[in-house]
């Protein structure tokens, strides 16, 4: 079976940063489900369809994604970084507030989680996607340094944007996400909530070693 490990959290609060060096330190699979949503989102906006009409999705159940080398490829295109534009982050919200996109990005992360060692993160990875998952965790960290660390992000990629844009992004993409009627992003009742305002990635990625083998040792 292998151990589940859950983290979700609002938006760049850490979780696939913190996930994906998890995963490679204890050599674990590790599933970025808002890579997903994202990829969807893109494929999307390119088709040009009307993003409004949860019908006009039916594509999602065609497209081919898949993981290599920390890339994302849909459909054999590499869109690791188009996914991460803001015109995606616009629009993500909305696009993955559809109960029918969510019903198959679902199946394939529950497909894709079923064997071996694991860590998933996103929104409702603790409550809908993994609920029997042995840990899961909420990671969260003040509105202030989430805004510096996607801010930062977008300069590391060689973006130039506005820190104050930048926080009013991740405030409407947490109200909507927060305040959806299908799996909303909200705390399992037995999630571990760690605040990692104040935490470095390796004070944070500590931890949550500890939270493992803590649980491992029950
Ligand atoms: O990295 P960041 O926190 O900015 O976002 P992400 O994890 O890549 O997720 C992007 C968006 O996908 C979120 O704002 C949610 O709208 C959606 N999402 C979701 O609905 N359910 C998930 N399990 C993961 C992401």
Do not use: C
Not at 24 to 48: C, P
Not at 54 to 77: A, M, Q, R, T
Not at 137 to 144: M, W
């Amino acid at each position: 079976m292998g151990f589940k490990l859950a983290i979700d959290g609002p938006a760049a609060s850490g979780k696939s940063t913190i996930s994906a060096k998890l995963a490679k330190k204890l050599g674990w699979n590790h599933i970025d489900t808002g890579s997903m949503y994202r990829a969807v989102t893109l494929v999307a906006l390119e088709k040009g369809i009307n993003l409004e009409d949860e019908s006009s999705y039916s594509f999602v159940k065609d497209l081919d994604i898949k993981y290599e080398k920390e890339k994302i490829f849909v459909n054999g295109k590499d869109v690791t970084k188009a996914i991460r534009e803001p015109i995606v982050n616009e629009n993500v919200s909305l696009v993955s507030s559809f109960p029918s996109v969510r019903k198959e990005l679902v199946a394939l992360q529950q497909k894709a989680a079923q064997h071996g060692d694991v860590i998933v993160d996103g929104r409702d990875i603790g409550t809908v996607v993994m609920p029997n998952a042995d840990l899961k965790i909420f990671l969260i960290a003040s509105v202030d340094e989430r805004t510096k660390r996607r801010y930062l992000d977008f300069i590391n990629a060689g973006k130039e944007v506005d820190l104050s844009k930048v926080k009013t992004d991740l405030e409407i993409r947490d109200q909507k996400d927060s305040t959806r009627k299908e799996s909303p992003l909200i705390k399992a009742s037995d999630a571990i909530l760690l605040d990692t305002t104040d935490m470095s990635i390796e004070e944070t990625i500590k931890s949550i070693i500890k939270l493992i083998n803590n649980k491992r040792g029950e």
